[in-house]
């Protein structure tokens, strides 16, 4: 089988870019990091739809071919959506606190909430930072929390709505079903509405050869807080697909 090449898919108001520390650590691997529609250098287009975002995702895929998706959140159901119809150009799928095929389970009043930020256009820069320190373990250093605060105020008003309002309500679970390949499913220890009881609920049982690893000191933006120990996932990860 020809070497599998990374493909990283981006959470709600993140971007390629917070994919970074976890690339760097990987040895080498070959990888790409896509911007979603409506976020990163993408922010000038997207509605939050999950077809228009595998649009955008199948276009990679067919350029690069043998691949393994690698997901976070938002994108996480994005990466197992286009596992289900791409066929055996995905070789493994690895899920990162990753909203399942069917409604992400949120409270609704916390979703209202974070659909408000955007009210007037333009989330504020105190919202943001709310938004990211709410989603870690504890705080992130000052780098890289300004990174993903400036991520998330970059995101397109329609795009993060639309997410909320649409795309994480989605059901795809009927026609995802069950799928073969190898698929490492990883939860913060500290992570709430996607935290690891959810991803056995809801992601596991779509993978015959799927398995959940819990990780520590960690909540939800897990490529930020825990860079070495995700890293070394994948590559751990990486090895078993090429055992299978």
Not at 7 to 33: D, K, N, Y
Not at 192 to 197: H, I, K, M, S, T
């Amino acid at each position: 089988m020809p070497v599998p090449t990374l493909i990283f898919l981006h959470a709600l108001g993140m971007s390629a870019a917070t994919w970074r520390p976890v690339r760097e650590r990987l040895g080498g691997i070959a990888s790409v990091a896509i911007d979603l529609p409506g976020f990163g250098a993408a922010a000038d287009k997207g509605s939050g739809d999950v077809a228009e975002m595998m649009d955008a995702v199948r276009a990679v895929v067919a350029q690069i071919g043998t691949c393994v998706l690698v997901g976070h959140s938002m994108g996480g159901k994005i990466a197992t959506l286009i596992a289900a119809d791409a066929g055996p150009a995905v070789a493994g799928v690895v899920l990162v606190a990753a909203s399942p095929p069917s409604p992400e389970p949120m409270d609704e009043a916390r979703r209202q909430a974070m659909i408000d930020w955007f009210a007037d256009g333009q989330i504020s820069d105190a919202d943001a930072a709310a938004f990211v320190d709410a989603n870690c373990a504890g705080r992130l250093p000052s780098p890289l929390r300004d990174q993903a605060i400036a991520e998330v105020r970059r995101s397109r008003p329609a795009a993060w709505t639309g997410w909320l309002t649409r795309g994480s309500r989605e059901d795809w679970a009927v026609r995802v079903g069950t799928l073969p390949m190898p698929a490492l499913i990883v939860a913060g220890a500290e992570d709430g509405d996607l935290g690891e009881a959810a991803q056995r609920r809801l992601n596991l049982p779509h993978y015959t050869a799927g398995r959940v690893e819990a990780v520590a000191d960690a909540a939800h933006l897990m490529p930020l807080e825990q860079p070495d120990r995700l890293a070394a996932l994948i590559v751990d990860h990486l090895k078993a697909i090429d055992r299978s």
